[in-house]
């Protein structure tokens, strides 16, 4: 398998959490954001994604785009270790808990979202960087709510296994402190998140440890 990735994309850091957790070995296939106006701009990319996001995942050669969607994929083809929990409440509860992060918080603060407040709306840093934090307490009240209701064994968002849930909030996690957000109100979020950070899956994956970490 060959992912397209980039060191710093949460949904990237979402896939390869994933891979890693299942013991799939892939290729790092680096797409820097930023360079010469986004690599994820360039014709040979988009022909593979039309939206010109990473993650993709080619597999067989075919090419997957959407980490959830991926990372569902990944799930069915190799079932262990499952992601997503049997029971299906239990499965309907990491699935809104994902989505709840990957629909309803990420794309709000995404580079293309951010830069378009740059320009042509032509927000200061001030201002950007009030709305990145903004919508991180909105999204993190909520989960941090969710989370101390979900009882969990306080390791996990749900239940007493890593699942898609806990896959989707380590990454946005890390973005949260890269912006300086204020993290003292979510200790269940910051206490889940700093045990699934010392797991080998998950700090293979991190951002720092990507080939394109600069
Ligand atoms: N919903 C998509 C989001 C993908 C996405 O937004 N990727 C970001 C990096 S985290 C990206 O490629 N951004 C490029 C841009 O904003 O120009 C997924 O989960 O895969």
Redesign the pocket.
């Known amino acids: 398998m060959k992912l397209y990735t ?1 060191f710093r ?4 850091y ?1 896939v390869r959490i994933a891979l890693n957790l299942k013991g799939l070995a892939y290729e790092s296939l680096p797409r820097h ?1 930023l360079r010469d106006g ?1 690599e ?2 360039q014709s040979e990319f988009l022909r593979l994604n039309p939206q ?4 993709v995942l080619e597999d067989n050669g075919s090419a997957l ?4 969607a ?1 990372i569902e994929y990944l799930e069915e083809t190799h079932p262990e270790p499952a992601l997503l929990p049997h029971a299906p409440l239990q499965r309907a509860r990491v699935r809104a808990l994902a989505l709840a992060i ?1 629909c309803d918080i ?2 709000l603060n ?4 951010l ?1 378009y407040l740059r320009a042509p709306l032509g927000l200061d840093k001030v201002s950007v960087d009030a709305w990145y934090r903004h919508w991180i307490a909105c999204g993190f009240t909520a989960l941090e709510e969710a989370a101390e209701r979900m009882a969990s064994d306080g390791r996990h968002l749900v239940g007493t296994a890593v699942t898609l849930a806990d896959v989707c909030l380590v990454p946005q996690m890390y973005n949260a402190r890269r912006f300086g957000c204020e993290l003292g109100p979510y200790p269940t979020l910051r206490t889940i998140s700093a045990h699934l950070e010392s797991l080998p899956a998950f700090a293979r994956a991190a951002p720092e440890a990507q080939p394109d970490a600069v």
């Open positions: 980039y994309s949460s949904a990237a979402r954001l986004g994820h701009r010109g996001l990473v993650p785009t959407q980490s959830l991926i990957a990420h794309p995404n580079l293309r979202v830069n």
